[in-house]
Antibody, heavy 121, light 107 residues
Framework: EEQLVQSGAEVKKPGESLKISCKGSGYSFSTYWIGWVRHMPGKGPEWMGIIYPGDSDTKYSPSFQGQVTISADKSKNTVYLQWSSLKTSDTAMYYC??????????????WGQGTPVTVSS | DIQMTQSPSSLSASVGDRVTITCRTSQSISNYLNWYQQKPGKAPRLLISVASSLQSGVPSRFSGSGSGTDFTLTISSLQPEDFATYYCQQSYSTPWTFGQGTKVEIK
């Protein structure tokens, strides 16, 4: 079964660092782009960026460039999202998401279960 | 960034109703449009890609249409399991953006 399994819920204080993970299984992990999507309550999802685990080529949304770091360890079939200094505004659900292209149209065909991140003093 | 505007933001409907959700983009995106369904506490699920291509396993009562700037998602006969929030997403240019969602509730 193809799946993405994310690390568990996190509760942090402002200014702390954090790294969450997403492990893929059941498919050729290194050959699909994996991205991260932020979802805040009552809002539409926000695409943060993607990485190609095969060579770690990474693209960021301008809104998240410099705010987070996306990385991958293809030997572990795992992609990461990290913050060096969290803000209360980072409180959200974070999904990892496999991207694939059909007729050049990219869509997200596989999602992780989500990692809730709470940042509060 | 390409702005996505969905309407309505919520609707109430009965089982068996025909439901139409609209997504409008701030610039032409050809057919680079996807639709997702999300139920409470769950990750989104891809329903339709390339504006009208139904994903494997998605019931045929779901359909998508449109190109350019105007798109629709139609549920021909609403079923109890269809009560959820629906999002459109463009993949014409990065950053890929989502609509704000349409919540389909039981009347």
């Amino acid at each position: 079964e193809e799946q993405l399994v994310q690390s568990g819920a996190e509760v942090k204080k402002p200014g702390e660092s954090l790294k969450i993970s997403c492990k893929g299984s059941g498919y050729s992990f290194s050959t699909y782009w994996i991205g991260w999507v932020r979802h805040m309550p009552g809002k539409g999802p926000e695409w943060m960026g993607i990485i190609y685990p095969g060579d770690s080529d990474t693209k960021y949304s301008p809104s998240f460039q410099g705010q987070v770091t996306i990385s991958a360890d293809k030997s572990k079939n795992t992609v990461y999202l990290q913050w060096s200094s969290l803000k209360t505004s980072d409180t959200a659900m974070y999904y990892c998401a496999r991207h694939r292209a059909i007729f050049a149209v990219v869509s997200i065909d596989l999602w992780g279960q989500g990692t809730p991140v709470t940042v509060s003093s | 960034d390409i702005q996505m505007t969905q309407s309505p933001s919520s609707l109430s409907a009965s089982v068996g109703d025909r439901v139409t959700i609209t997504c409008r983009t701030s610039q032409s995106i050809s057919n680079y449009l996807n639709w997702y369904q999300q139920k409470p506490g769950k990750a989104p699920r891809l329903l339709i890609s390339v504006a009208s291509s139904l994903q494997s396993g998605v019931p045929s009562r779901f359909s998508g249409s449109g190109s350019g700037t105007d798109f629709t998602l139609t549920i021909s006969s609403l079923q109890p399991e269809d009560f959820a929030t629906y999002y459109c997403q463009q993949s014409y240019s990065t950053p890929w953006t989502f609509g704000q969602g349409t919540k389909v509730e039981i009347k």
